[in-house]
Each structure stands twice: as structure tokens, then as C-alpha cells.
């Protein structure tokens, strides 16, 4: 069993991405004047030489003023045992899917080599190896015949399957009349029942409603249980912590941590700690200094995506030069700063942090909330007798909603749709310690 049935061996995947310099200036932002029709003139005269150059050598071609090289993998290397179960976490960009690609051998690498020892079966996209013109009943074939099944081990398999997705009344329906939720549904079930050696899921069951996702993490335990090995990219750090034997961290295409489940979610932290301190400088006020905020789960460790329904938990730092109340306030705004409640401002109204001089730590709990998917963030501040704001930071803590299902119904509540039931108060008042 301690076979390699996956060996990534320095791996690395490069882009070349064009730029369209001044393109704003060149095409009306600015006066269009007789100097901008020659400069776009030339522009593209350059362009038209250089892509033909590329097309001579059998190049990719390129649009834009300048190429750039962007490095999505950059010497990637480990090995999966037989009957392993590989979670794969990091930030978006971080190079996860690009390494699942080239694993499924959907993208080729620009160096390095990955050697597959068993039959694979992927779950990258919603409706990836669906012809959408095709039935379910005929997807389910046509995908049993791309993995190497034979016409009768497919019809063996069928009811399984079937009854595993939950589409019975809609098996004969062409698959491009089904909602994302269906699409999914079949496509996981026919991926789990084919009996890969390998079954390689990305985060698309994040569109599945809770009961579906909880019958996929069981069906990847029992995938496992039997000897086969999975492949996991996953957002959703309990099924992280609870499914995978083993995980790894991607951050910009590099392999930063490789072991303990546990481990890999403190470090998957400490990366978007770091990133975020390089990214935002919070400052200080005249008399308070807002230091750090991190989304911890119920353990105080750092997450990074809030689960609807759940409490929301905000690890705070701040230091006070003493001698006023001063008091903390969250603020919850969606991605686009659209504020959702006035009782927002008042989610820690009258929680005060100590009178004494010094820098303090607390957890602030909200109640759970039912936030649709999407992109929110939480402003932080402190105010003095909670009517002029010290410290201000906007987009302190921004984090992600994956999936809403309120009630386990059997969609995603999306932000475009509206933003959820929610009522902003605290659990209970925070303690503030030293830190």
C-alpha cells in the first residue's frame, strides 16, 4: 500500500500574458488628437509584425504592447500513496487548479513531469466531459466510455448512479437544461462509481446543497477506504481537517507546506496573515491602534472563509493609551461596500476595552448569520463614549460566503439574488486580555 501512485516531480507551469499599454489614452480617453491615431497606428503595425514573427516559430500568439511571463507552478514536487487521501489548500491563484489540470493531463507543463500509475477520474468544473445536447442517461455512458468502462460494466453501475444523483425523473432530459446543483450531482456520482484509481474532485461541490456534500465526503471515505486515492481542493476547512490524511499549501505556484492536516490550516493561515499585512498597513489612531483582525473558528484557530449559519468569530488585537472608554464597533459590508444594517454599526455597541494603557486581545462572536455567496468584508473601528470614531480601518477582515443553503435546500442563495436573513448582535460580551 505505500506504492506512489502519484509522482509530481518539479513541476512547473508558465503563461505569457500581453499588456495594452496607455490602451485608454490611445482609443479616446484623452483627446483624440492626430499624436494618439499615430501612436495607435504604430501600435499596431508593431503587433501585427510581432505575431507573425510568433506564428512563424509556432508560438502562442499573444495580444497586447508587452508580453509577461506569469509563473502558475515554479518546481512543484511530491508523491500520493495508494489509497491516500491528498487535500490541496491556498489562496485563489495560488496554483491548485493549474496543478489538477496537468495531473488530469488536460494541460501540459512547461518542465517537470507527473507519472500516473492507475486510471483517473476528474471533477474539475460544473459540466466538464458533458456534451450538454446529450441526455443524462447518455452523458453517463459517453463519460463511463472516456474512462475505460466497458458498455457492461457501465449498465452494472447505472442505477447506482442514478439513484446516487438524485435525477431520476430527469435522466432522459438533455443535461443542458440542468440547474447547477444537477449538474454536479451527476457528475460526482459518475466519477465516484466508474472505480478510478485516482478520483481528482476541485471545489465545484461547493454548489451542492449541505445533505449532498455531506453524502460526497462519505462517498470519498469509502472511495478511499477501498484502496483508491483522492485528490481534494477544498475552501472548506472542516472536510479538510476531517477527510484528508495528508494536505498541502500552495501560495504563488509554490509548495509551502507539505503533512499534518492540522498543520497545513495553521500555515494556510499564516500565509494570508503575511499576505494581508503586506497588502494593508491598519495605522493607528490618536489614543487606539487597531493591530490585527483574523477569522478563527470555534477553536480560535484562523480560518479562512465564513460558513452561513454558523457564529461569526473576529480575533482582535488593539492597544489603547488608557484612560477613556473606548469602545469597538464591526461594521459588515458586501465586496462592493455596500453597507447591510444599520444595526451593523451597532454589533459590539458598549463593548469597552480596558481603561488601562496597553494592547489587548478578545474574540468578537455575532450571532450566525445567513449571508448569501459571495464577497463581504467587516470594518473594524474604535470610537471614544461611542460617538466619534479613534481608529477607522475599512475592509480589515474581507472573506468569502462559498455557499448558502438555509433550511439544506437544494440550491446556493447567491449575493446577486439578494444578501440573506441576517440580524447583526453579539453572542456574548468578548473578554479583553493581555496579548
Given at each position: 500500500m505505500?506504492?506512489?501512485?502519484?509522482s509530481?516531480?518539479?513541476?512547473?507551469?508558465?503563461?505569457?500574458?500581453?499588456?495594452?499599454?496607455?490602451?485608454?489614452?490611445?482609443?479616446?480617453?484623452?483627446?483624440?488628437?492626430?499624436?494618439?491615431?499615430?501612436?495607435?497606428?504604430?501600435?499596431?503595425?508593431?503587433g501585427?509584425?510581432?505575431?507573425?514573427?510568433?506564428?512563424?516559430?509556432?508560438?502562442?500568439?499573444?495580444?497586447?504592447?508587452?508580453?509577461?511571463?506569469?509563473?502558475?507552478l515554479?518546481?512543484v514536487?511530491?508523491?500520493?500513496?495508494?489509497?491516500?487521501v491528498?487535500?490541496?489548500?491556498?489562496?485563489?491563484?495560488?496554483?491548485?487548479?493549474?496543478?489538477?489540470?496537468?495531473?488530469?493531463?488536460?494541460?501540459?507543463?512547461?518542465?517537470?513531469?507527473?507519472?500516473?500509475?492507475?486510471?483517473?477520474?476528474?471533477l474539475?468544473?460544473?459540466?466538464?466531459g458533458?456534451?450538454?445536447?446529450?441526455s443524462?442517461r447518455?452523458?453517463?455512458?459517453?463519460?463511463?466510455?472516456?474512462?475505460?468502462?466497458?458498455?457492461?460494466?457501465?449498465r452494472?453501475?447505472?442505477?447506482?448512479?442514478?439513484?446516487?444523483?438524485?435525477?431520476?425523473r430527469?435522466?432522459?432530459?438533455?443535461?443542458?437544461?440542468?440547474?447547477?446543483?444537477?449538474?454536479?450531482?451527476?457528475?460526482?456520482a459518475?466519477?465516484?462509481h466508474?472505480?478510478?484509481?485516482?478520483?481528482?474532485?476541485?471545489?465545484?461541490?461547493?454548489?451542492?446543497?449541505?445533505?449532498f456534500?455531506?453524502?460526497c465526503?462519505?462517498?470519498?471515505?469509502?472511495?478511499s477506504?477501498?484502496?483508491?486515492?483522492?485528490?481534494?481542493?477544498?475552501h472548506?476547512?472542516?472536510?479538510?481537517?476531517?477527510?484528508?490524511?495528508?494536505?498541502?499549501?500552495?501560495?504563488a505556484?509554490?509548495?509551502?507546506?507539505?503533512?499534518n492536516?492540522?498543520?497545513?490550516?495553521?500555515?494556510?493561515?499564516?500565509?494570508?496573515?503575511?499576505?494581508?499585512?503586506e497588502?494593508q498597513?491598519?495605522?493607528?489612531?490618536t489614543?487606539?491602534?487597531?493591530?490585527?483582525a483574523y477569522?478563527v473558528?470555534?477553536?480560535?484557530s484562523?480560518?479562512?472563509?465564513?460558513?452561513?449559519?454558523?457564529?461569526?468569530?473576529v480575533?482582535?488585537?488593539?492597544?489603547?493609551?488608557?484612560g477613556?472608554?473606548?469602545?469597538v464597533?464591526?461594521i459588515?459590508?458586501?465586496?462592493?461596500?455596500q453597507?447591510l444594517?444599520?444595526?451593523?454599526?451597532?454589533?459590539?455597541?458598549?463593548?469597552?476595552?480596558?481603561?488601562?494603557?496597553?494592547?489587548y486581545?478578545?474574540?468578537?462572536?455575532?450571532?450566525?448569520?445567513?449571508?448569501?455567496?459571495?464577497?463581504?468584508?467587516?470594518?473594524?473601528?474604535?470610537?471614544?463614549?461611542?460617538a466619534?470614531?479613534?481608529?477607522y480601518v475599512?475592509?480589515?477582515l474581507?472573506?468569502?460566503?462559498?455557499?448558502?443553503?438555509?433550511?439544506?435546500?437544494?440550491?446556493?442563495?447567491?449575493?446577486?439574488?439578494?444578501?440573506?436573513?441576517?440580524?447583526?448582535?453579539?453572542?456574548?460580551?468578548?473578554?479583553?486580555?493581555?496579548?
Open positions: 505505500s506504492e506512489a501512485i502519484v509530481v516531480q518539479n513541476l512547473s507551469k508558465q503563461y505569457l500574458i500581453g499588456h495594452q499599454t496607455d490602451r485608454f489614452q490611445a482609443y479616446g480617453g484623452a483627446a483624440y488628437d492626430e499624436g494618439n491615431l499615430r501612436l495607435a497606428i504604430r501600435r499596431g503595425v508593431q501585427f509584425l510581432r505575431s507573425s514573427k510568433r506564428l512563424l516559430r509556432g508560438e502562442q500568439m499573444i495580444r497586447g504592447d508587452s508580453v509577461e511571463e506569469f509563473s502558475a515554479d518546481d514536487s511530491f508523491d500520493v500513496k495508494r489509497g491516500e491528498l487535500g490541496i489548500i491556498g489562496r485563489n491563484g495560488g496554483g491548485k487548479s493549474t496543478l489538477l489540470k496537468i495531473i488530469s493531463r488536460i494541460t501540459e507543463p512547461s518542465g517537470g513531469r507527473v507519472i500516473i500509475n492507475g486510471r483517473v477520474a476528474s474539475l468544473e460544473i459540466g466538464t458533458f456534451h450538454p445536447e446529450l443524462g447518455e452523458n453517463i455512458f459517453l463519460n463511463g466510455a472516456i474512462l475505460g468502462m466497458s458498455r457492461a460494466e457501465i452494472k453501475k447505472f442505477d447506482e448512479i442514478v439513484d446516487f444523483a438524485q435525477i431520476e430527469f435522466i432522459d432530459t438533455p443535461v443542458k437544461r440542468y440547474s447547477s446543483g444537477m449538474y454536479v450531482r451527476l457528475a460526482f459518475v466519477a465516484a466508474v472505480e478510478p484509481d485516482i478520483l481528482i474532485v476541485d471545489e465545484v461541490l461547493a454548489v451542492g446543497d449541505t445533505e456534500q455531506n453524502k465526503l462519505g462517498k470519498m471515505r469509502e472511495v477506504g477501498g484502496g483508491r486515492t483522492v485528490l481534494l481542493v477544498s472548506n476547512m472542516s472536510a479538510i481537517r476531517n477527510l484528508t490524511s495528508r494536505c498541502i499549501v500552495m501560495s505556484g509554490k509548495l509551502v507546506y507539505d503533512g492536516p492540522a498543520e497545513a490550516i495553521r500555515k494556510y493561515a499564516e500565509v494570508l496573515d503575511q499576505r494581508r499585512v497588502e498597513s491598519f495605522g493607528k489612531g489614543h487606539t491602534a487597531i493591530k490585527s477569522l473558528d470555534e477553536d480560535g484562523p480560518v479562512p472563509t465564513y460558513t452561513a449559519g454558523e457564529p461569526l468569530r480575533d482582535v488585537v488593539i492597544s489603547t493609551d488608557g477613556a472608554s473606548y469602545s464597533d464591526l459588515l459590508t458586501t465586496g462592493d461596500r453597507k444594517a444599520l444595526g451593523a454599526l451597532q454589533a459590539f455597541h458598549g463593548v469597552t476595552l480596558p481603561k488601562e494603557p496597553g494592547t486581545r478578545a474574540v468578537l462572536e455575532i450571532e450566525p448569520i445567513w449571508l448569501a455567496s459571495g464577497d463581504y468584508s467587516l470594518d473594524i473601528a474604535t470610537s471614544i463614549g461611542n466619534a470614531f479613534d481608529h475599512e475592509e480589515a474581507p472573506f468569502q460566503v462559498l455557499s448558502c443553503n438555509p433550511g439544506d435546500q437544494s440550491w446556493d442563495f447567491q449575493q446577486i439574488h439578494g444578501l440573506g436573513s441576517f440580524a447583526i448582535r453579539h453572542r456574548r460580551p468578548p473578554v479583553f486580555k493581555p496579548a
